[in-house]
């Protein structure tokens, strides 16, 4: 049977993962009475929660006597470690674009890794049914988008359509009749090349690792295109990497492909389709499986590099063991490595006394993403605010620094430059009308500068702007930005909460926790309305007297306490700081809890 690999590539939220979806079920992969979740390739909890794709899925279907295999792929960029090496083993991409929003930053990001593979997309206009749609301005921004990213004139020349996701239909015309997806499979078969490797089916096998996965009962899983040859189940293979040379040799135990939303096994492997193989020990993505007789690896993507860094530790609060099960560093540290293993864009490594670890990764979603995996499997942790990586260029500093679009109503644009350009050291590059009573602003900010800024963006614009970011360049040190401007209140007593205490702080500053609650000395109760920390006492009750007086038993009303989000919490804090993260409770403390301690390191770093 012949066969095509293509991906799903597009922006976040723009329809990829409901058009696989669609896909799958036209394509007589589901049964009639089959009951299938929405957004069935989105299979971890957090990618249901957030609605975002964050592992690639790889999945099949069959359509005219030809199976194509589709991988759909993360939209945002703190997960572009998976795309790039997804689209080196593909042979034709279907980009999607939001008809009312048009191409947006992580468009531009996967695009650019397209078209530089010599890729040919399909161009395919989605929610094209939507009030505020409008297809003719998308299509025009996408085609300035191919000519600035330096597309060849075959890559300009690519085939459009207009399409609903949600609703099954893809059409060659905007005034198409709407029915089904035929046409997106027809055009695929027509426009996308059968695999190159198909010819070389007669060579030795090979095949570059894509993606690293685990399974129970198999062990590791290294799933990529075949590049030459034939695997059988129980040849022998070796593992080349592209700076050590032959790593192990194994037995492949066991080939599996994928079929609708299965992997089945299979008895053997042909050159040209993307499969997982089981048996190795060691290897892992960017390696090379081969015959015995190859010795050279096959050329792997470069990943690009981490731009920040936040400290995993024990969690050493009094509260600590409470929750979560798991809490010792080797314990965490194992799971950091198993981590590492099968996420190549986050890299671990140990600290000095061996109590915490440094992560490096690619941006505040992916760590958000990891410190939430890890606290819902038992963990406790204590985790630091995350740090710009910087590197040396030629003896000079430099610092990431990322491409910011930022959609927003008109009246609040004045507010957001001011923050962007003015405090954050960023550097506008674009301003322009973005449909009715819209701006879009593009700007280049120090990641620095967008530690925290997300939370602050939401406020500004009444939680109506839409901020996108994608790493851009190395820049030289932009200078100091300036941190939080208030201080903080700090327990001074360890115990439960007190109403009436916390009720007579509330002239003092805005509260994080309520009644009742667990409370130790040096943990963050609130945020100080002036730019000091202030110890005080959450526990102090209220003196009792004989004297019965007007207004004595009036029950305490408190204000609503603010709740943070995880990567809220992480980003508020300070660098004398830490989150307590536990299964169950998001804490802020003090990194040293005495007040005499936080005094001496407050002189040392002076």
Known sequence: MDFRNIAIIAHVDHGKTTLVDELLKQSGV??????????????????????ITILAKATSVEWANHRLNIVDTPGHADFGGEVERILSMVDGVILLVDAAEGPMPQTKFVTSKALALGLR???????????????????????????SLGATDEQLDFPIMYASGRNGWADMELNGPRKNLDAMFDLVLSHVNEPAQVQRMAEPFSMLATTLGADPFLGRLLTGRVESGVLKVGDTLKAL????????????????????LERTPIDEAQAGDIVSVAGMKTATVADTLCAMEIDEAIKAQPIDPPTITVTFGINDSPLAGKDGKKVQSRVIRDRLMKEAETNVAIQISDTPGGEAFEVAGRGELQMGVLIENMRREGFELSISRPQVLFQNIDGVRHEPVEEVTIDVDDEYSGTVIEKLTGVRKGMMTEMKPAGAGKTRIIAHVPSRGLIGYHGEFLTDTRGTGVLNRVFHSWESHKGAIPGRRAGVLISMENGESVAFALWN???????????QTPLYQGMIIGEHSRENDLEVNPLKGKKLTNVRASGTDEAVRLTTPITMSLEEAIAYIDVDELVEVTPNSIRLRKRHLDPHERKRAAKAAQ
Not at 31 to 51: K, T, Y
Not at 241 to 260: D, H, M, N, P, V
């Open 121 to 147: 997309p399909i161009v395919v206009l989605n929610k094209v049914d939507k009030s505020d749609a409008e297809p003719d301005r998308a299509l025009d921004e996408c085609f300035d988008l191919f000519a």
């Open 30 to 51: 589901f049964r009639e009475n089959q009951a299938v979740s929405e957004r069935a390739m989105d299979s971890n909890d957090l990618e249901r929660e957030r609605g």
């Open 505 to 515: 702080l509330e002239d003092r500053g805005r509260m994080f926790i309520g009644a």
């Open 241 to 260: 990497s592209q700076e050590s040379g032959k790593i192990e040799q194994f037995r492949a135990t066991k080939i599996l492909a994928f079929r609708g």
